[in-house]
């Protein structure tokens, strides 16, 4: 029986031989030696010094808000992922993106690191409690919200919640906390596929409500509270998944969009959508709220703008369109908000920006500062001057001319490459992986949705999607532009994102310890083996390029030989098989192959089909 490889030897040797606190930085990300990849960034109490994640960097830039220049930079052993600072401004907390994440407690006196505390895989979204002796934080890929105990220094409580926690916000009073999931979570198969804002009980310390987001809800990103502490706002897509992806014309495909969740009711007010009726908004992303609750500020990554809105207007007119007493247009009902292009109308200014990628904002008194993630600046604007036309930018480090494989990145996440600006690739794969929506793409015909597919070494397992109908993921990519970007992208830019795509590594999986299998997955290694896995799971990227009937087919779809797919990274793109009808791997395993179609599984142990698991989720 030969080993097989899924292309992790090199990586788990490793990791295996890192000591428990590396100053190692982990591919987590594509990586950018020049790039500063600003994203988060956080006001001191005075509105004097701002703090900015140079998320590619490892480190924090020091930046003076009234000459905007960089006075100094905070070295990190990884790289910030998100940041808070303490009530007086005297400690910032900085998570630290890694398979075994950390939290920094930074004395910003002596800009030296007191404390590295264990905190997760991936830990985002730092959160204090109204004491500052508690802090929550988002393992985003544990799928679990950790709570630190800053004077013991430890992790107090690991609570789990659904899927990829991304962000989180406190009540004033510090009893309920808001965590915003990226991805829905379940199968994809279903009537209604949404993510889900939870609602953690901060004394019990478990989640006591899940608040799901409108049917098509995915790509979660920012989360913010009015200061009141009444409204959690959240920015996410609203996927028209269910419509054949055939035009974008008002939001056919992808919606952009923000959640407003009644906190005392603990419960989904209503989406409102921020797309003009022929220009979309792609890809919200960050999201703050003026000091007086007056105005909301959130960031459009994908359009390189920000939405200016009046927050106290916008709720006057939600209101009256429940009460039924909106009196411009008495046919408007609370259901039909989410699916309103203009319903912003007036309460919102669209601001371009000048910076490229805006995926950080705050508000220090009547100033926004927007961090520019692919421009390596920083805009400011004057949230007091007339049309909001006032601010600046500033440049936060040298100009670099970019490689190749960011300017693909960039182009990936760029909805100027798409009709109307309605969607980047981006939109459908996030990060470079999945929304978990089934999309019925024309290119296999019509009535046959499929999960989207991460692109994850999809140029190195030609022919792609699920029915192998595109020779290679070079071809797929411009048929991309063509067919659901409904735009012309020229080759050099179109080799950029192939340059982009071929780069992007595997993250760790969070089931492993160290770098290493569990015991349960050294167990399954050999099963999956033995199942007759690896008759068509094999090599480097764990497919062998062909297509079978594994018995998954059904409808359109029946009988029709699908392309074997890699399973490097499956602890990440849940629901499995093509229409997303598993929602775990225990279900491709079991539910799903009654009768040995798809490997020899039917006699197997529950043991050994929870060894299994471990180890394909392992990979
Ligand atoms: C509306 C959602 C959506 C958008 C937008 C989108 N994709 Fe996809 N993409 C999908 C789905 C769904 C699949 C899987 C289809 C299948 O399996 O038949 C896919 C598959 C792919 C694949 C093949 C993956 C593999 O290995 O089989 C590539 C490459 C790809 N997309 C690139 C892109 C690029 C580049 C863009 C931007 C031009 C883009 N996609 C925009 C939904 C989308
Ligand atoms: C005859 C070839 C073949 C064999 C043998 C085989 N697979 Fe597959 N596998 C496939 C094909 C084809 C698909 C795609 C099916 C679909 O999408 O409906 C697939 C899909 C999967 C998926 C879902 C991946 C995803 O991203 O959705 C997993 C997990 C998987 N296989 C694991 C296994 C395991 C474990 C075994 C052994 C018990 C096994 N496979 C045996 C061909 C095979």
């Not at 992808?254 to 921020?274: E, M, P």
């Not at 909301?296 to 209101?319: Q, Y």
């Not at 990936?412 to 999945?434: E, I, K, V, Y």
């Not at 012309?488 to 795509?501: F, G, H, P, R, V």
Request: charged share 20%.
């Amino acid at each position: 029986m030969t080993r097989v490889s899924l292309g992790f030897s090199k990586l788990r040797h490793r990791f295996a031989l890192l000591p428990a606190l590396s100053l190692l930085v982990f591919p987590v990300a594509v990586c950018h030696a020049d790039a500063l990849s600003p994203t988060v960034i956080v006001a001191d109490p005075s509105g004097k010094t701002l703090y900015v994640a140079a998320s590619t960097a490892g480190s924090v830039l020091v930046v003076d808000s009234a000459t905007g220049s960089v006075t100094g930079t905070i070295p990190l052993p990884r790289n910030p992922s998100g940041m808070t600072l303490s009530a007086d401004g005297k400690t910032l907390y900085v998570t630290g993106e890694a398979p075994d994440g950390r939290l920094f407690v930074i004395d910003l006196a002596t800009k030296q690191t007191l404390h590295a505390l264990p905190a997760g895989h991936t830990p985002m979204s730092p959160t204090l409690g109204p004491r500052g002796e508690t802090l929550f934080l988002c393992e985003r890929f544990a799928d679990k919200v950790a709570m630190i105990d800053l004077t013991q220094r430890r992790i107090q409580a690991e609570i789990p919640v659904k899927r990829q926690p991304i962000a989180c916000g406190l009540t004033p009073d510090g009893n309920l906390l808001f965590v915003a999931n990226h991805l829905p979570a379940g199968a994809a198969d279903q009537d209604v596929v949404a993510a889900e804002v939870e609602l953690i009980d901060t004394a019990a310390k478990k989640v006591i409500a899940s608040i799901p987001l409108p049917n098509g809800s995915s790509s979660l990103r920012g989360l913010c509270l009015s200061p009141d502490g009444r409204y959690v706002y959240v920015t996410h897509l609203l996927s028209r998944y269910t419509m054949p992806p055939t035009q974008l014309e008002r939001g056919w495909m992808n919606t952009n969009a923000v959640s407003i969740i009644d906190v005392a009711r603990r419960a989904w007010l209503t989406t409102v959508l921020l797309d003009d009726l022929a220009r979309g908004a792609a890809n919200p992303w960050a999201i703050a709220c003026t000091a007086d609750g007056n105005t909301l500020c959130l960031t459009h990554a994908g359009t390189h703008e920000v939405s200016i809105i009046n927050r106290l207007g916008l709720h006057m007119k939600i209101d009256q369109v429940i009460r039924h007493e909106y009196a411009p247009d008495p046919a408007m009902t609370p259901a039909n908000i989410p699916n309103t292009l203009v319903f912003l109308g007036s309460l919102r200014t669209r601001r371009a920006l000048r910076i490229q990628g805006p995926r950080g904002a705050v508000i220090a008194g009547s100033i926004l500062y927007v961090t520019g993630y692919f421009s390596d600046n920083l805009e400011t604007i004057d949230l007091t001057s007339p049309g909001f036309t006032g601010g600046g930018v500033t440049a936060l480090g040298a100009p670099a001319a970019p490689s190749t494989v960011r300017r693909g990145e960039r182009l990936f996440n760029d909805a100027g490459l798409c009709f109307q600006q309605w969607q980047s690739c981006a939109s459908c794969h996030p990060d470079g992986r999945a929304d978990g929506l089934n999309w019925d793409l024309t290119n296999d015909g019509l009535g046959n949705p499929k999960n989207t597919r991460s692109l994850l070494l999809s140029h190195r397992t030609s022919p792609v999607m699920t029915l192998a109908v595109r020779e290679t993921a070079e071809m797929a990519v411009r048929s991309g532009f063509q067919f659901i970007q409904f735009a012309q992208c020229s080759e050099d830019d179109a080799q950029a994102i192939d340059e982009y795509l071929k780069a992007l590594a595997p993250v760790e999986s969070p089931h492993r310890r160290q770098g290493r299998l569990s015991d349960a997955a050294v167990r399954g290694e050999k099963l999956f083996a033995d199942a007759d896995c690896t008759a068509c799971h094999s090599g480097q990227s764990s497919t062998d390029q062909n297509s079978y009937d594994v018995g998954t087919a059904a409808g359109m779809d029946e009988s029709k030989p699908m392309d074997t797919p890699t399973l490097v990274e499956l602890w990440r793109t849940a629901p499995y098989l093509h229409d997303g009808r598993a929602p775990t791997m225990f279900d491709v395993l079991k539910t799903c192959n009654p009768n040995d179609r798809h490997g020899r599984t039917t006699g197997l142990t529950t043991q050994q089909l929870r060894d299994l698991e471990a180890y394909l989720l392992s990979q």
